[in-house]
């Protein structure tokens, strides 16, 4: 017997409650809980109806493991990098990303190499199949291996994976899924985490790998429950401004690799391209004679990547000066900002500040503290930062410069790309081995000594 009961679910972190709340008390977020109708059975079952899986257990010894089909190579060798070196047979795989960022172009494109040796099986819920043909002609993806189907029924598309047994699974997307049986729209919370289970089920018993396309909120996390990302094995976030050619894959979940990579590519006409030296590709228009500009070096994943910085600093119009930071966390430029100020008496508190990263790039890193404060005193006094030097540091409140890590790797890339001097901290130097370095590696203890180094 089988009775119907309103139950309040938080679209954030998937907490269910007997009614509605302002604020969830398990994740704090406001105005989340949706009203959903659940289905709830008060026939219990006896002791003796439980299933025995006893027989299920396994030596892990016994199990065998062929390397070779372990991981499968999706033809992108940046994708490759985020995954670990390709996608794990039975593994779940979530991408996310802003509408129009190119999640379905990678995912098309990725088809056309994998559909060389395997068979695939693209699902989509929001695009017929004509409209996919189009956008696969305009992607020149002809692989003869990829079939479509157009379902937003989850039982029914886990059928047809059962039944035809495809290769590789491609699910277009996630909020568009739904199980006939629950009462909730397509999209809630509910269908999205049962959904999601049902694939992992499937993926899991049928070793087939999956990839899933999830949606972001207004707030850029996957939209859904917070489960999700649980019960999935890796999650992958597809960032960038799409007015800005370049895309980073960025893995924030990763069982069967490292969270610490990323993967560059460009939007272009004809889709997505990969990107195999960013560093290169951000500095191909750097200015050569304007001031406020400084190239930094930051680490993302396993490589070094060089970025430009930009800081414009000018007389304000208005009573209160405007503080504007893209690509670099705003309260760390204002501390920087305050240390200049208090330590080396640069007045910014007139003065309206501007600072960019070229290329659409997000620094989250403080070896850009030097390069930022370069920068900004660059664009104050109008003197221009040669060419050829480089820098990177983390800075202190008290003024002083401060070491990062992986100095060695930092300054081969900055050798590589052409440039002969290079600033940064006096700790660091114990760490470089200058036997392979012909780059002119200068160290300071204060940023006052980093700027006497490049404006003497």
């Known amino acids: 017997m089988a009775k119907q ?6 679209s954030s972190c998937g907490y269910e409650s007997a009614k509605w709340n302002g604020r ?22 006896s002791s003796t109806s439980v299933r025995d899986v006893s027989d299920n257990i396994v030596d892990i010894k016994s199990i065998n493991i062929d390397r070779k089909e372990t991981r499968w190579s999706t033809g992108m060798t940046e994708f490759d990098r985020v995954l670990g070196g390709g996608v794990v047979k039975g593994s779940l795989i979530l991408l996310g990303g802003e509408p ?25 819920g929001e695009e017929s199949l004509r409209q996919i043909k189009l ?17 937003t029924d989850c039982e029914a598309i886990c059928g047809v994976i059962t039944k035809e047994k495809p290769e590789i699974v491609i699910i277009d997307s996630i909020q568009t899924m739904n199980i006939s049986s629950l009462t909730s729209a397509s999209g809630s919370v509910t269908q999205v985490r049962e959904c999601t289970n049902l694939f992992m089920k499937t993926a899991k018993t049928q070793e087939i790998p999956m990839l899933i396309v999830g949606h972001v909120n207004k707030d850029g996390a996957i939209a859904g429950p917070k489960v999700m990302e649980h019960i999935v094995d890796c999650v992958l976030y597809f960032e960038g401004q799409k007015n800005m050619p370049y895309r980073i894959l960025r893995g924030m979940k990763n069982r069967f690799g490292s969270t610490n990579e990323i993967g560059v590519f460009e939007m272009l006409g004809d889709g997505l391209k990969e990107v195999p030296n960013p560093s290169e590709a951000l500095l191909s228009e750097r200015p050569s004679d304007a001031s406020g500009c400084c190239v930094a070096c930051i680490i993302e994943g396993s490589r070094p990547i060089l970025a430009e910085v930009q800081a414009l600093v000018t007389k304000s119009a ?12 705003y309260n760390r430029m204002s501390i920087i900002i305050a240390v200049l100020e208090k330590r080396l008496g640069y007045y910014l508190g007139g003065l309206d500040v501007y600072m960019n990263v070229v290329g659409g790039f997000y620094i989250n890193e403080p070896a850009a503290d030097l390069p930022i404060a370069l920068a900004l005193y660059s664009s104050l006094t109008d003197k221009v930062i040669p060419q ?3 820098s990177f540091g983390e800075i202190g409140l008290a003024g002083e410069l401060r070491g ?12 590589r790309l052409g440039f002969k001097k290079c600033v940064i901290s006096s700790s660091s130097l114990k760490s470089i081995d200058k036997s392979d370095i012909t780059i002119e590696v200068v160290g300071a203890n204060t940023i006052a000594q980093a700027f006497s180094e490049i404006f003497s």
């Open 135 to 151: 956008r696969a002609k305009r992607l020149e993806v002809d692989t003869p291996n990829l079939y479509l189907l157009c379902e």
């Open 5 to 10: 009961k309103t139950v309040y679910i938080c």
């Open 404 to 415: 990062v890590s992986r100095t060695q790797q930092r300054i081969r890339e900055a050798q």
């Open 388 to 390: 050829d030097v480089i």
């Open 100 to 124: 129009g960022i190119g999640k379905s172009t990678l995912l098309l494109q990725v088809c056309q190499a994998l559909g060389q040796n395997h068979t695939i099986l693209y699902v989509s």
């Open 24 to 45: 969830c008390p398990d994740c704090g977020e406001w105005n989340t809980f949706e009203e959903t109708v659940s289905t709830l059975t008060t026939a219990t079952k």
């Open 318 to 329: 208005f009573n209160v000066p405007r503080r504007t930071a893209t690509g670099f966390d």
